[in-house]
């Protein structure tokens, strides 16, 4: 069972979590949940023209089983680290999700 906490935040309507992105991978998969609660997610597009950011919001959505314009990157728009919020889920149920995905 995976035991790592995720940095989820309450905000508004939903809940943020912090992103390590790896582009030009294989495959879009979430790889592991890092010490301090960031979860680091591969994609395969390259970080050109905000394509590896809008295939992150479509592949976060299918595994949080909510459409892409629920989530939004609030910070790190060119950067590997980003902030990502996420309309009409709470931080509890973003963390059942994301865990199930990984088990």
Do not use: C, W
Not at 50 to 70: R, S, T
Request: no cysteine; aromatic share 2%.
């Amino acid at each position: 069972m995976y035991e790592r906490k995720l940095q989820l935040k309450e905000g508004k309507g939903g809940a943020a979590i912090s992103v390590r992105v790896t582009p030009r991978s294989s495959k879009n998969e979430i790889t592991e949940v890092l010490d301090d609660g960031t979860i680091k997610v591969k994609i395969t597009a390259p970080p050109v023209d905000g394509k590896a950011n809008h295939v992150l919001l479509e592949f976060l959505g299918k595994v949080l089983g909510i459409k892409a314009n629920q989530l939004e990157v609030v910070a790190g728009q060119t950067g590997r680290d980003k902030l990502i919020t996420i309309t009409g889920l709470g931080p509890e149920e973003v963390q059942q999700k994301i865990v199930a995905y990984m088990s």
